[in-house]
């Protein structure tokens, strides 16, 4: 499928990379068709992942693994919630947060409430709310995010 996008330009996106999202996002509702766009060519889900949507060329969405920010994440969620993404299993599922980035850096943040979560197997997602109240919209990230670039540079 080929897709015009602001941020990439023309690409081209196999099928079976396209993602089915039936209720849209959080704000989006009618936006049903995405695709992940990694910031780097290995795919590496340790940094920072494009949520390009299909149906709207000018609407990417930066999302990361919450893994990388809160290791300990482990969200509580109702199964009826998860009834969007079909029959899976564990190792099948992706979860994913939404990354807000402000003019200050030093105010980004993720949003641990509201993840996104995607069965591989059959391409299917939902964001869904989760339960736990420990999980806040705004979780601050940026010093996390130094303390994992320092790591690296050592």
Known sequence: MKASTRLFGDIDI???KILILENGIIGFPDMKK????????SGNQQSIIWLQSMDE???A????SPS???????????DDLLTPLGEFNNEDLVVLVTLKVPANAKDMTVNLKAPIIINY????????IVENEDYPVRYPIYDILQSIKEEANK
């Open 68 to 78: 990388l920010v809160k290791p300990d994440y482990n969200p509580m969620v109702n």
């Open 14 to 16: 196999e099928d079976d």
């Open 34 to 41: 995405f695709t992940l766009i990694y910031d780097n060519e």
């Open 57 to 59: 060329p000018h609407f």
């Open 121 to 128: 197997a059959n391409k299917k997602g939902a964001q869904i």
């Open 61 to 64: 969405m930066p999302v990361l």
